[in-house]
């Protein structure tokens, strides 16, 4: 028998960490709390989940000396990861929150306000419970979560990508807001799959079994 996949849940400061860890546990991964550059290198996947300010997030990943060895993971090793919330914003190039700022650049895009994507007057923050629908780029998601399943959202401002074809599911609220992304080893969400109940451990199950 195999060793179970090591899934390092990276401990920055700004995320849902003991949640997204149990996730992992059900699906019969191993989850590892990571918070160093050495235990980022080790890891079979990595989730990168974030609460709050996207801009605080970033510097917290700074302060810790993390940007390198995730980029050295993920962009050279195609280590597989999964941005949670804050984890999927501060994977644009521009961040708005509180002032223009950079995100690790890796999505060409930017992280904006509801408020200021769409035309239509929306409730913010986006909370609570909403249809996902997964397209495009979510092919593979869609197929073992179902086309269009209910997640928890819980933000304020939301990822707008440049490049459409890196869409992998949207979300109505008042108008369409991309609520996934995907590109090379990189899947990424705007809801909280920890949080989403039945929805939310088969795609934490898709993850721990995708090879991208």
Known sequence: MGFPIQVG????????VSSVMHAVERTGAYPKRVST??????????????????????????RLDLI??????????A??????CVGMQILAEKLTEFGESFGLGWI?????????????????PHMGWSHVSFKGAGEYWSKLVGRRSEFYFAHSYALVVNDPSLVAATVFHGYEITSAISKGSIIATQFHPEKSQVPGATFMEAFVDWSP
């Open 9 to 16: 849940v990276i401990d920055y400061g700004a995320g849902n």
């Open 37 to 62: 550059p050495e235990d980022i290198i080790r890891c079979d996947r990595l989730i990168l989940p974030g609460v709050g300010a996207a801009q605080e997030a970033m510097r917290s990943l700074k």
């Open 68 to 77: 390198e060895a995730l980029d050295e993971a993920v962009n050279k090793k």
């Open 79 to 84: 280590t597989p990861l999964l941005g949670i």
């Open 108 to 124: 060409e895009g930017q992280v904006l306000p509801l408020s200021n994507i769409g035309k239509e007057k929306v409730q913010t």
